[in-house]
């Protein structure tokens, strides 16, 4: 068992940053790669950036390339999603996910989910 808490969400103007974390309890952090994901009211949930158990390659969604960075800590069992330029589309639940293939998550397979964190974003 892998269990994945979010924190950092909340509420921010369009323009601004937020830097979500994911820790990470149960199992070996560093054999999983980690991503992200999100679901906005109405829509369904979409990728948003993975990495890979060692942090050498991640990847992101077209939509939030260039404005977010994944990145993660193994000594603290924590990954980060480092949001900048947010715009009001940004605005929706974000989950951290889990799975041991990096290759796997990129495209959405998924053995964890968090709790999910929300992410408003004002205009």
């Known amino acids: 068992q892998v269990q994945l808490v979010e924190s950092g969400g909340g509420l921010v103007q369009a323009g601004g940053s937020l830097r979500l974390s994911c820790t990470a309890s149960?199992?070996?952090?560093?054999?999983?790669?980690l991503g992200w994901f999100r679901q906005a009211p109405g829509k369904e949930r979409e990728f948003v950036a993975a990495i890979s158990g060692s942090g050498g390659i991640a990847d992101y969604a077209d939509s939030v390339k260039g404005r977010f960075t994944i990145s993660r800590d193994n000594a603290k069992n924590t990954a980060y999603l480092q949001m900048n330029s947010l715009k009001a589309e940004d605005t929706a639940v974000y989950y951290c996910?889990?799975?041991?293939?990096?290759?796997?998550?990129?495209?959405?397979?998924?053995?964890?989910w968090g709790q999910g964190t929300q992410v408003t974003v004002s205009s």
């Open positions: 996910a889990a799975h041991q293939a990096y290759s796997s998550l990129r495209w959405g397979v998924v053995d964890y």
């Open positions: 149960g199992r070996t952090f560093s054999n999983y790669a």
